[in-house]
């Protein structure tokens, strides 16, 4: 759809200094216009950070030829140190406080101006600047009704996001910021007889009326109503298919956090099968039922080819029988398939679905800073590992391209100078915030600690296969697991007629290794077929309440498979 915005008005006098979208030449142009001053002209600037950056209002007070007065409220220390540094050695007023929408509050707008404004302060005085980032309509609104004061040009913030036909105040709350609508301000301004007369991507210029007829109405030809002065650039848009599926239209991702809207995490119909026309013609309930049961037969085909083995981690004395029966199919299946699906772990559903969804968060969604915070140049390579930085083909003598995957490992933590105990490597509150940082850590910690019993029970269930000696021992340091995330991102190379692996074939490192997968559309597992093929190395598509792993030997056990081959050899493809 074509864009009504119109680039004849006051936009075409934009230009910056210090404002950020053209603001700096719209208020020049403006105060060009409106010459009804003889003396010193004032303004009013709620959230002037450190009176340079981004303002609106430093170029008024540095005119070369124009005398500007000021008041300038800030209320972070340390950029209100900067701010009274600026202007040490003139007359403008700086004032540091939270300034409250609260109009009891006697830090409120209309009380701070009333308390600490000069005896010269005027009336009606020229200009006001609101950009708090929240309550920037409250405090307009406060200014209007609950003072004398009045501005001939008032500037505000609104929140860019929101549609023109939406009328969206935040709660009247000094903790919250969610930012008003324009059409919001909009409607509180011609309230108090002012004139919407331009827009920037985050500010709405008003002009009182009066002064809008008999300055500034000629210098704009056409009428100024939202549509015609503002675009929305960064709007989010939602629509639904036929099936129940949500799509995201426009921005697609959290503006202030500089965080991916993921689709998949938006649904209201969580899976696949639940998603289908309920007014199709025909047979719609018979289909919604069918694909309901296939969907429960496959996953009952995966609980069938699966080995449960409960009888070595529910713990206490289980039969030697069980035991026996176990082992003997966990062996039979490594040897015939070179990989093994287990159940029966005891680990919980929530726990392997909650270390999934924050190993996402972290490889995909967090800032690259995050995953840098926790680089570490460790023999046992704790921490993250950025993709192109890896190559596990080189296990096995093969000369390709290094790995297009993201990568984190913890691991044992003993508190001595081992090497393969070395203290884990988190993310940090400053890098990821607290809360996320510390839910990340309990989440995988959790996993990790879960899954170190599981992967040790399953060694012993094959080492009694086997008929070798037990695997338990006092040393901490001969069972050392190492838990790696793996985040795999499609690259050039795997694009067109002639794609390659996200990860070439490799040797697995270690006695075992236990892989959860979370059903993702960028990468498959796949085995050798002992023929120079390969073979896809089916899962489930989700995590059932008895989670199931896949157990795979690699080259260090890979003589179960009689000849000594990499049978065991692992291999991500692209779908």
């Not at 006697?106 to 404004?117: I, P, V, W």
């Not at 000069?118 to 980032?133: A, G, K, M, S, T």
């Not at 679905?353 to 967090?366: C, G, P």
């Amino acid at each position: 759809m074509p864009s009504l915005r119109r680039q004849d008005g006051l936009i075409r006098f934009g230009k910056d200094n210090t404002s950020q979208s053209g603001e700096d030449g719209i208020i020049s142009r403006l105060f060009s216009l409106i010459d009804d001053s003889s003396g010193p002209r004032w303004c009013v600037d709620v959230g002037a950070w450190d009176g340079k950056h981004l303002s609106n209002t430093y170029s008024l007070l540095h005119h070369p030829t124009e005398k500007w007065s000021g008041l300038l409220i800030e209320a972070d220390a340390e950029k209100f140190n900067d701010l009274c540094n600026l202007y040490k050695d003139t007359d403008i007023c700086c004032i540091q406080a939270m300034v409250s929408c609260i109009p009891s509050s006697t830090l409120s707008l209309s009380n701070l101006l009333k308390r600490s404004a000069p005896n010269e302060f005027p009336q009606f005085f020229d200009f006001l600047c609101i950009d708090v980032d929240g309550t920037d309509y409250w405090l307009m609104h406060d200014v209007l009704h609950n003072s004398s004061y009045r501005a001939k040009v008032i500037v505000v913030e609104f929140n860019p996001t929101m549609p023109h036909d939406l009328i969206y105040i935040q709660p009247r709350n000094d903790k919250i910021r969610n930012g008003s609508s324009i059409s919001a301000v909009v409607e509180l301004a011609e309230k108090f007889n002012y004139q919407l007369v331009e827009t920037t991507c985050y500010n709405a210029f008003f002009v009182d009326n009066e002064l809008y007829h008999k300055y500034v109405e000629q210098d704009i030809p056409f009428e100024p109503t939202i549509t015609n002065l503002h675009e929305i650039t960064m709007g989010t848009s939602i629509y639904q298919l036929y099936d129940g599926t949500l799509k995201l239209h426009g921005c697609k991702k959290l503006l202030w956090h500089r965080l991916p809207i993921r689709e998949d995490e938006i649904q209201v119909l969580k899976h696949n099968v639940d998603r289908l026309f309920p007014f199709a013609p025909g047979e719609c309930e018979t289909s919604i039922q069918q694909i309901q049961q296939n969907t429960k037969e496959d996953l009952t085909i995966f609980q069938d080819i699966s080995v449960d083995i409960s009888s070595y981690c529910e713990g206490g004395y289980q039969s030697d029988e069980s035991k026996r029966q176990c082992a003997d199919a966990l062996l039979s299946q490594l040897q015939s398939d070179g990989f093994a699906l287990i159940r029966g772990t005891g680990i919980s559903q929530s726990v392997c679905s909650n270390a999934l969804s924050w190993t996402h968060k972290f490889l995909q969604d967090a800032p690259e800073a995050v995953r840098r915070s926790t680089l570490t140049k460790d023999r046992a390579r704790r921490g993250y590992a950025p993709q192109n930085t890896e190559n596990f083909a080189s296990l096995i003598g093969d000369n390709e391209p290094n790995d297009l995957v993201r990568k984190f490992r913890i691991g044992l933590e003993t508190g001595d100078n081992f090497s393969l105990t070395q203290p884990n490597a988190w993310p940090t509150n400053e890098s990821w915030g607290e809360e996320s940082a510390t839910r990340f850590q309990k989440a995988i910690q959790e996993y990790y600690d879960a899954v170190c019993l599981v992967a040790h029970a399953a060694l012993q269930a094959i080492c009694d296969g086997l008929n070798i000696e037990d695997v338990n021992t006092s040393s901490s340091h001969n069972h050392t697991s190492i838990l790696t995330l793996l985040g795999y991102r499609k690259g050039s190379r795997h694009q067109g007629k002639h794609k390659r692996p996200l990860v070439a074939a490799h040797s697995d490192v270690g006695a075992i290794t236990v892989l959860l997968f979370d059903a993702g559309g960028c990468a498959t597992l796949q085995r050798s077929d002992g023929h120079g093929g390969w073979i896809d190395v089916n899962l489930p598509q989700y995590v059932p309440n008895d989670p199931i792993f896949v157990i795979n030997v690699g080259d260090c056990l890979s003589d179960i498979a009689g000849n000594g081959e990499s049978l065991f050899t692992a291999l991500t493809l692209l779908f």
